[in-house]
């Protein structure tokens, strides 16, 4: 049950989203996970500051997840989420943070896993 959210630092396209969304959820079985169950977000025109100064291009994901994974899982899709971020939108790797969150506690439909 992962959840990634990606805010950016500038507009999105409608294309550009799914390109990411397909991007994401081709790499769940990095962790052991299915994009069955994968739900992702977009924030776009987030003001974004890093190194002291704004710019279009920065990304900040956030990837939640039930349970856990290795930590070369961990970072291997973060070299895959650059990847599609410089892809898609043209942000560099060195622009993009991404924070792992996972957790023994998830609800879904009224009730806890």
Do not use: H
Request: with cysteine; charged share 15%; aromatic share 14%.
């Amino acid at each position: 049950m992962p959840f990634i959210n990606t805010k950016f630092s500038g507009e999105m396209t409608e294309q550009q989203m799914d390109n990411l969304k397909a991007a994401y959820g081709s790499a769940m079985p990095v962790l052991g996970k299915s994009e069955q169950w994968l739900m992702v977000g977009f924030e776009q025109n987030v003001p974004l500051y890093f190194k002291g100064e704004r710019s279009p291009k920065i990304a900040f994901v956030e990837v939640n997840l039930y349970g856990s994974a290795p930590d070369s899982a961990y970072s291997k899709l973060t070299g895959i989420i650059c990847k599609a971020l410089g892809d898609t939108l043209g942000v560099p790797s060195n622009c993009v943070y991404v924070k792992y969150s996972p957790t023994e506690n998830w609800g879904w439909n009224g009730s806890n896993f």
